[in-house]
Protein backbone atom coordinates (compact mmCIF):
# COMPACT_ATOMS: atom_id res chain seq x y z
CA UNK A 1 0.00 0.00 0.00
CA UNK A 2 1.25 3.25 -1.01
CA UNK A 3 2.20 5.49 2.13
CA UNK A 4 -0.20 8.48 1.02
CA UNK A 5 -2.28 7.81 -1.50
CA UNK A 6 -4.69 10.45 -3.39
CA UNK A 7 -7.07 9.65 -6.55
CA UNK A 8 -5.12 11.57 -9.72
CA UNK A 9 -8.18 12.92 -10.83
CA UNK A 10 -8.78 15.20 -12.85
CA UNK A 11 -11.61 16.68 -11.66
CA UNK A 12 -13.39 18.62 -14.14
CA UNK A 13 -15.82 20.78 -12.29
CA UNK A 14 -18.15 24.22 -13.23
CA UNK A 15 -17.69 27.24 -11.75
CA UNK A 16 -19.27 27.21 -8.19
CA UNK A 17 -19.59 23.64 -7.70
CA UNK A 18 -18.68 21.74 -4.67
CA UNK A 19 -16.12 19.42 -4.81
CA UNK A 20 -14.71 17.08 -2.68
CA UNK A 21 -10.79 15.06 -2.43
CA UNK A 22 -9.78 12.02 -0.53
CA UNK A 23 -6.69 11.04 0.97
CA UNK A 24 -5.81 8.01 2.52
CA UNK A 25 -2.39 7.67 4.34
CA UNK A 26 -0.79 3.95 5.73
CA UNK A 27 1.01 4.93 8.84
CA UNK A 28 -1.05 4.94 11.59
CA UNK A 29 1.53 6.98 13.38
CA UNK A 30 1.39 10.21 11.50
CA UNK A 31 0.87 13.10 13.42
CA UNK A 32 0.64 15.77 10.87
CA UNK A 33 -1.34 16.44 7.90
CA UNK A 34 -1.20 19.03 5.63
CA UNK A 35 -2.82 20.26 1.98
CA UNK A 36 -0.88 21.61 -0.45
CA UNK A 37 -1.66 23.54 -3.74
CA UNK A 38 0.82 23.51 -6.64
CA UNK A 39 0.12 25.09 -9.82
CA UNK A 40 2.12 24.13 -12.93
CA UNK A 41 5.88 23.53 -12.63
CA UNK A 42 5.89 25.92 -9.59
CA UNK A 43 6.32 24.62 -5.71
CA UNK A 44 3.74 23.28 -3.21
CA UNK A 45 2.17 26.16 -1.39
CA UNK A 46 0.37 25.52 1.66
CA UNK A 47 -3.68 25.55 1.41
CA UNK A 48 -4.27 24.47 5.16
CA UNK A 49 -3.28 22.27 8.25
CA UNK A 50 -5.67 19.67 8.99
CA UNK A 51 -6.54 19.14 12.42
CA UNK A 52 -8.02 16.35 14.19
CA UNK A 53 -11.50 18.52 15.16
CA UNK A 54 -11.75 19.18 11.32
CA UNK A 55 -11.10 22.81 10.09
CA UNK A 56 -12.88 25.52 7.65
CA UNK A 57 -10.83 28.71 5.64
CA UNK A 58 -13.31 30.37 3.92
CA UNK A 59 -14.25 28.33 1.21
CA UNK A 60 -11.99 25.02 2.10
CA UNK A 61 -13.03 22.59 4.82
CA UNK A 62 -10.26 19.38 5.70
CA UNK A 63 -11.29 16.49 8.06
CA UNK A 64 -9.42 14.11 9.30
CA UNK A 65 -10.83 10.35 10.38
CA UNK A 66 -7.87 8.32 12.24
CA UNK A 67 -9.96 5.62 12.64
CA UNK A 68 -10.08 5.26 8.85
CA UNK A 69 -6.67 6.78 8.18
CA UNK A 70 -8.14 9.81 5.17
CA UNK A 71 -8.24 13.21 5.06
CA UNK A 72 -10.36 14.87 2.98
CA UNK A 73 -10.80 18.56 1.57
CA UNK A 74 -13.59 20.18 0.36
CA UNK A 75 -14.00 23.01 -1.93
CA UNK A 76 -17.06 25.26 -1.90
CA UNK A 77 -18.15 27.72 -4.63
CA UNK A 78 -15.35 26.63 -6.56
CA UNK A 79 -13.61 29.61 -8.89
CA UNK A 80 -11.30 29.44 -11.79
CA UNK A 81 -8.75 29.79 -10.06
CA UNK A 82 -8.49 26.81 -7.92
CA UNK A 83 -8.02 25.21 -10.68
CA UNK A 84 -4.16 23.23 -9.64
CA UNK A 85 -3.27 20.05 -8.12
CA UNK A 86 -3.86 19.33 -4.22
CA UNK A 87 -1.73 17.56 -2.71
CA UNK A 88 -1.98 15.81 0.50
CA UNK A 89 0.94 15.65 3.15
CA UNK A 90 1.35 13.60 5.91
CA UNK A 91 4.05 13.44 8.37
CA UNK A 92 4.48 10.39 10.21
CA UNK A 93 5.69 10.60 14.03
CA UNK A 94 9.53 9.65 14.40
CA UNK A 95 10.25 10.86 11.77
CA UNK A 96 11.28 14.33 10.28
CA UNK A 97 10.12 14.05 6.37
CA UNK A 98 7.19 15.26 4.95
CA UNK A 99 5.43 12.47 2.82
CA UNK A 100 3.28 13.52 -0.24
CA UNK A 101 0.60 12.23 -2.16
CA UNK A 102 0.59 11.83 -6.18
CA UNK A 103 -1.65 14.90 -5.85
CA UNK A 104 -5.62 15.38 -7.27
CA UNK A 105 -5.85 17.69 -10.60
CA UNK A 106 -8.72 20.19 -10.31
CA UNK A 107 -10.06 22.18 -13.62
CA UNK A 108 -12.85 24.49 -12.50
CA UNK A 109 -14.70 24.93 -15.96
CA UNK A 110 -16.03 28.63 -16.70
CA UNK B 1 4.32 34.31 3.89
CA UNK B 2 8.30 33.68 4.23
CA UNK B 3 10.16 33.36 1.21
CA UNK B 4 12.52 30.28 0.83
CA UNK B 5 15.06 31.56 -2.24
CA UNK B 6 16.31 28.89 -4.65
CA UNK B 7 19.33 29.83 -7.34
CA UNK B 8 19.71 29.07 -9.96
CA UNK B 9 15.94 28.86 -11.62
CA UNK B 10 16.97 26.57 -14.13
CA UNK B 11 20.53 25.17 -14.78
CA UNK B 12 21.10 22.52 -17.94
CA UNK B 13 24.52 20.48 -17.34
CA UNK B 14 26.11 17.73 -19.51
CA UNK B 15 25.73 14.37 -18.47
CA UNK B 16 28.70 13.43 -15.81
CA UNK B 17 29.13 17.19 -14.74
CA UNK B 18 28.50 18.14 -11.10
CA UNK B 19 25.85 20.58 -9.91
CA UNK B 20 25.03 22.58 -7.22
CA UNK B 21 22.02 23.82 -6.05
CA UNK B 22 21.50 26.62 -3.80
CA UNK B 23 18.97 27.44 -1.17
CA UNK B 24 18.78 30.57 1.03
CA UNK B 25 16.76 29.65 4.52
CA UNK B 26 14.84 31.77 6.51
CA UNK B 27 16.96 32.67 10.12
CA UNK B 28 15.26 31.35 12.49
CA UNK B 29 14.04 28.41 10.61
CA UNK B 30 15.83 24.42 11.86
CA UNK B 31 15.11 21.55 9.87
CA UNK B 32 16.10 21.58 6.10
CA UNK B 33 15.00 19.50 3.00
CA UNK B 34 15.65 18.57 -0.04
CA UNK B 35 12.65 16.85 -2.15
CA UNK B 36 13.12 16.31 -6.22
CA UNK B 37 9.93 16.14 -9.05
CA UNK B 38 10.13 14.39 -12.02
CA UNK B 39 7.86 16.10 -14.28
CA UNK B 40 4.25 14.89 -14.09
CA UNK B 41 5.29 12.64 -11.13
CA UNK B 42 4.98 13.24 -7.46
CA UNK B 43 6.95 15.02 -5.10
CA UNK B 44 9.59 12.84 -3.45
CA UNK B 45 11.90 13.27 -0.25
CA UNK B 46 15.58 13.01 -0.77
CA UNK B 47 17.00 14.19 2.66
CA UNK B 48 16.65 16.17 6.03
CA UNK B 49 18.96 18.25 7.57
CA UNK B 50 18.57 19.45 11.61
CA UNK B 51 21.71 20.99 13.51
CA UNK B 52 24.50 20.57 10.35
CA UNK B 53 23.44 16.86 9.90
CA UNK B 54 21.45 14.59 7.63
CA UNK B 55 18.75 13.72 10.05
CA UNK B 56 16.80 11.48 7.04
CA UNK B 57 17.77 10.19 3.60
CA UNK B 58 15.36 8.15 1.18
CA UNK B 59 16.99 5.62 -0.76
CA UNK B 60 16.95 8.26 -3.52
CA UNK B 61 19.86 9.84 -1.63
CA UNK B 62 22.72 7.23 -2.97
CA UNK B 63 26.32 8.33 -2.75
CA UNK B 64 25.89 11.10 -5.80
CA UNK B 65 23.95 13.37 -3.52
CA UNK B 66 25.55 15.35 -0.58
CA UNK B 67 24.30 18.19 1.63
CA UNK B 68 25.93 20.77 3.42
CA UNK B 69 25.79 24.57 4.93
CA UNK B 70 28.91 25.25 3.94
CA UNK B 71 28.82 29.20 5.92
CA UNK B 72 25.76 28.50 7.91
CA UNK B 73 23.13 30.22 5.94
CA UNK B 74 22.94 28.89 2.47
CA UNK B 75 21.91 25.39 2.00
CA UNK B 76 23.36 23.14 -0.37
CA UNK B 77 22.84 19.83 -2.74
CA UNK B 78 25.46 18.67 -5.07
CA UNK B 79 24.90 16.15 -7.49
CA UNK B 80 28.21 14.90 -8.41
CA UNK B 81 28.24 13.14 -11.86
CA UNK B 82 25.07 13.48 -13.09
CA UNK B 83 22.52 11.09 -14.71
CA UNK B 84 19.65 11.92 -17.51
CA UNK B 85 17.67 10.40 -14.89
CA UNK B 86 18.06 13.11 -12.25
CA UNK B 87 16.62 15.53 -14.66
CA UNK B 88 13.89 17.43 -12.50
CA UNK B 89 12.59 20.19 -10.43
CA UNK B 90 13.94 20.27 -7.12
CA UNK B 91 12.74 22.12 -4.41
CA UNK B 92 14.11 23.02 -0.76
CA UNK B 93 12.14 23.01 2.18
CA UNK B 94 12.01 24.33 5.67
CA UNK B 95 10.33 24.07 8.71
CA UNK B 96 10.61 26.30 11.71
CA UNK B 97 10.44 25.65 15.32
CA UNK B 98 8.41 22.32 16.25
CA UNK B 99 7.49 20.29 13.75
CA UNK B 100 3.97 20.22 14.08
CA UNK B 101 4.47 22.79 11.43
CA UNK B 102 4.17 23.30 8.16
CA UNK B 103 7.32 23.23 5.34
CA UNK B 104 7.97 25.78 2.87
CA UNK B 105 9.07 25.08 0.09
CA UNK B 106 11.44 27.45 -2.36
CA UNK B 107 10.10 27.92 -6.20
CA UNK B 108 12.71 25.32 -7.40
CA UNK B 109 15.51 24.72 -9.53
CA UNK B 110 14.65 22.89 -12.70
CA UNK B 111 17.50 20.71 -13.55
CA UNK B 112 17.92 19.53 -16.77
CA UNK B 113 20.28 17.05 -17.81
CA UNK B 114 21.73 16.38 -21.88
Known amino acids: RKEVEQDPGPFNVPEGATVAFNCTYSNSASQSFFWYRQDCRKEPKLLMS???SGNEDGRFTAQLNRASQYISLLIRDSKLSDSATYLCVVRPSGTYKYIFGTGTRLKVLA | EPEVTQTPSHQVTQMGQEVILRCVPISNHLYFYWYRQILGQKVEFLVSFYNNEISEKSEIFDDQFSVERPDGSNFTLKIRSTKLEDSAMYFC????????????FGQGTRLTVV
Open chain 2, 93 to 104: AEVGRGLNTEAF
Open chain 1, 50 to 52: VYS
